[in-house]
């Protein structure tokens, strides 16, 4: 494949008709963490099988990319990432009329242990370096922003490519280590929130946690519309009784709730830059600008 200048920008808009993948992290070849990569991608066809995958994180930029992880399928869009756990089997596969841009990170898998036993481990534990259990991602379609570990990817995903081509020192241990600190918090939040779950088994649970996750960003990405419970129910293939229950449990707070947040977090930011009351309602889908302005101020 012929590689082309790095793209200036995480969210870049090039129209090139050039593909490319491309490991920017050079540093570590030499090094302890010499299996750790960070690729970028700039592809318009692609398939690849994997049997036995290290950690990694695939975030998409531009376009989507699908993959079948352990048998689960994902569609990974922009602004989504999503976590393979060391020893999976995956398929990736990009069939696009444009190009997709993406991120394939590759960190020590020694990082990420050593970060979930800094995290549950005692200090007499960690003296002694006694070992941990098995450290697990629950795999699912993440929202960039959604996340710990999203926003921080978010941030600093455009500084280390723009480094990258102006072939500025990256410190790639130091960004692996506050990635792994903030992907071992997330999964530790989110088992947390399992524990909300009513069933006995773990794979029971995360396969739920999947669904309403399908369904929380079906209200991300309508609630400036009227959503009702049959929609959400069958976006999650759950019936309306079973969604509406486990959705309450997991976010501690009704769909109807989760999407009024929304509504007045999006209102509550264009009134800041200067929208009146009436025009924030009617972009954020609100019934009333009387009742918004109630709602905001109290």
Do not use: W
Request: with cysteine.
């Amino acid at each position: 494949m012929v590689k082309r200048k790095l793209l200036s920008s995480f969210t870049s808009n090039s129209v090139t008709i050039q593909t490319f993948l491309k490991n920017i992290d050079t540093q570590s070849a030499d090094s302890e963490n010499a299996q750790s990569k960070f690729i970028l991608s700039h592809l318009k066809e692609y398939h690849k099988t994997v049997v036995d995958s290290p950690i990694s994180i695939k975030i998409v930029s531009e376009g989507t990319e699908h993959y079948k992880v352990n048998n689960q399928r994902y569609t990974v869009q922009a602004n989504n990432y999503l976590i393979v756990n060391h020893g999976d089997e995956f398929e990736i596969d990009i069939h696009t009329p444009k190009i997709t841009q993406g991120i394939c990170i590759y960190p020590p898998k020694q990082i990420i242990e050593e970060a979930y036993n800094y995290r549950v481990q005692t200090k007499e534990q960690l003296l002694e370096q006694v070992d941990s259990t098995p450290f697990h991602f629950t795999q699912n379609n993440n929202v960039l922003l959604s996340t710990n570990t999203g926003r921080f990817l978010k941030e600093y995903l455009p500084r280390i490519i723009q480094n990258s081509e102006f072939n500025s020192p990256i410190d790639f241990h130091l960004i692996y280590m506050r990635l792994a600190e903030h992907l071992v918090q997330d999964q530790l939040n989110l088992n947390q929130q399992l524990l909300n779950l009513k069933s006995s088994k773990k794979h029971t649970k995360e396969e739920l946690y999947r669904r309403l996750s399908t369904a929380r960003e079906f209200i991300h990405a309508h609630y400036d519309q009227k959503i009702n419970i049959d929609q959400l129910a069958a976006v999650s293939c759950l019936s309306k009784y079973h969604f509406v229950r486990s959705f309450r449990d997991f976010y501690q707070c009704t769909p109807y709730q989760y999407a009024l947040n929304l509504k007045l977090e999006a209102a509550k930011k264009l009134i800041h830059q200067g929208h009146t009351y009436t025009s924030a309602s009617e972009v954020v889908g609100f019934s009333d600008p009387k009742n918004l302005r109630k709602a905001l101020i109290g």
